[in-house]
């Protein structure tokens, strides 16, 4: 195996109905009260109310705090950790999306590292792990319960900032598939095509080791089997939803060790577009395989028998450029485009974005298998558009 830095969640628990397993667990870690972190849409689905039910049965006392925003800022942060002084709390769990599961492992550490999260922010640069933590996604996209990494918006400098850590990484994960089955149709989208972009940037990552190769191309392939499925069918295919949520575990695993690249950095701008994170990296994802192409040919054709097994007959240099239209294909029947001038992004913004975007995220862009100067990412800006 060549040079490989990852981490671990230390337990995972994937099936349907594994959440009753729950107060075992915070029971372990000789939990008293818990402070459940989410947001209000997980709330008013009824998702919060089942983890208390669960947890109350076993007789541990559960507080429910749902002020998680999108893009959750250290504003958002400071609130969770005041909810979970104010109850006393001794142990977290996160249930949603990525902000949720974001801003659950920051609330952690920061109640364990001086109370402050900004002091938190950077590169290991906490030196304890954060309070007992069970992470639990309800969408099969971000893979956040997978990393050790925070993303953060600074709201003063209006800037994303992260926590990166060993200390920040679950002490279990619950993937349990029911939660996932009733997902809407553009969620299902917008997050599975973050987990398919996650995992092909991952696979030909700077940074990749025969281990996230191997999580990466899982997650790849299970996303090609199910991902349209899951999207066309809903709750009628378990199957499908039970297979991606499979595949964005997988992926966070994958980019956790090997970092990610243009997609996601070329994709920040769009921020000030309203676009969900997965759909701004859906954008970019077949133009940056575009531009990476020479880089990483063989790997790339990997990618296209992944997601197409009639893809293997091809030569390498076919089924690589293959790659590039059955990702182009997933997008269409997901209905999400991949033209920045369908998302009302004007044309002579293009430069701009595209050196924000550059300059912004170096901590991503160092990992792309092909540099990516702020001229090439105008020229990827405006084949994008």
Known sequence: MNNLKTFFPNVVLTGAGVIKEIPYWVNHFNGRRVLLVTDSNIYKLGFANKI???????????????????????????????????DNCDFIIGLGGGSVLDAAKAISVSATNGGDVRKCLGLYRITKRGLPMILIPTTSGTGSEATQASVLVDEVNDTKVAIYSEYNMADIVILDYELTYDLPSKVTADTGIDALCHAIEAYVSKGSSDFTDLMSLSSIEKAGKYLVRAYTNGKNDKEAREGMADSAFYAGMGFCGAGLGGAHGLAY????YNLSHGRSVGVFLPW??????????EKFSNIASALDKSCASLSVREAARKSIDIVKGVLKSLDISYKLSDYGVEKGKLSSMAEIAVNSTKRLLKFNPKHISVEDGQEIYKKAY
């Open 288 to 297: 940056v395989m575009e531009y990476n192409l020479s880089c990483a040919e």
């Open 269 to 272: 701008p769009l921020i000030d």
């Open 52 to 86: 208390k039910d669960t947890v109350s049965a076993g007789s541990i006392d559960l507080v429910i705090w749902d002020g998680v925003i999108a893009n959750p800022d250290l504003a958002t942060v400071k609130k969770g950790l005041d909810a979970l002084n104010k």
